[in-house]
């Protein structure tokens, strides 16, 4: 079983910066898509980011990019999302995801493998 750990969370002001890392163990793909999402209490999860196995495509949620960066390194089998000039609205859980095929998503049900979440706290 694929198991997803995110950390790199915390509780930042208004205009900081966080990396969020997300690493992979047990059994591993060929090749795989990865991504991230975020959600709100009382909030459906949402997409945020999404990479291919390697790194020739991304995708983003258009509100956030330019702000946001989705990146891999596949020797450590880790992803990450590099959030910049945060906004309080930005305040979320942020789960990372993985589907075992190199064919970038947006919709949820899409990826098979998901992490526990890392809360990002963002205040004025």
């Known amino acids: 079983q694929v198991q997803l750990v995110e950390s790199g969370g915390g509780v930042v002001q208004a205009g900081d910066s966080l990396r969020l890392s997300c690493t992979a163990s047990g059994p591993t793909f060929t090749e795989y898509t990865s991504a991230w999402f975020r959600q709100v209490p009382g909030k459906g999860r949402e997409f945020v980011a999404a990479?291919?196995?390697?790194?020739?495509?991304?995708d983003y949620d258009k509100s956030l990019e330019g702000r946001f960066t989705i990146s891999r390194d596949n020797v450590k089998n880790t992803v990450y999302l590099q959030l910049n000039n945060l906004k309080p609205e930005d305040t979320a859980t942020y789960y990372c995801?993985?589907?075992?095929?190199?064919?970038?998503?947006?919709?949820?049900?899409?990826?098979?493998?998901w992490g526990q979440g890392t809360q990002v706290t963002v205040s004025l």
């Open positions: 990479i291919n196995w390697d790194s020739s495509y991304d």
């Open positions: 995801a993985e589907r075992s095929l190199n064919d970038v998503k947006r919709l949820l049900d899409k990826y098979s493998y």
